[in-house]
């Protein structure tokens, strides 16, 4: 578990995301049927999802390194 352990989260972090991949949600879109409307409605927001995925990842990175460097508090 990884609510404590910056090292862990950064470990878990590098493997795998919570998130689904963005590759795996394109295959998800591609497997369903819908209407052009909707269609081109879930494109617009699958766009939206990886520029957001891919900061969220950077900004996520960013902060466990600077946690997994500092020493832990003395209890």
């Known amino acids: ?3 404590y352990d910056p090292m ?3 470990e878990e972090l590098r ?3 919570v998130l689904p991949h ?3 949600l394109r295959d998800m879109m591609l497997r369903t049927r819908h209407d052009a409307q909707t269609s081109l409605g879930l494109n617009r927001e699958f766009q ?3 520029a ?3 900061e969220l990842q950077k900004m996520g990175l960013a902060i466990l390194e600077k946690l997994a460097a ?3 508090k003395e209890a």
Request: charged letters at 15%; proline letters at 14%; a negative charge.
């Open 1 to 3: 578990m990884y609510h």
């Open 8 to 10: 862990t989260a950064l």
């Open 15 to 17: 493997d795998d995301a």
């Open 22 to 24: 963005p590759v795996h």
């Open 48 to 50: 939206e999802y990886i």
């Open 52 to 54: 957001m995925f891919g």
């Open 70 to 72: 500092a020493p832990p």
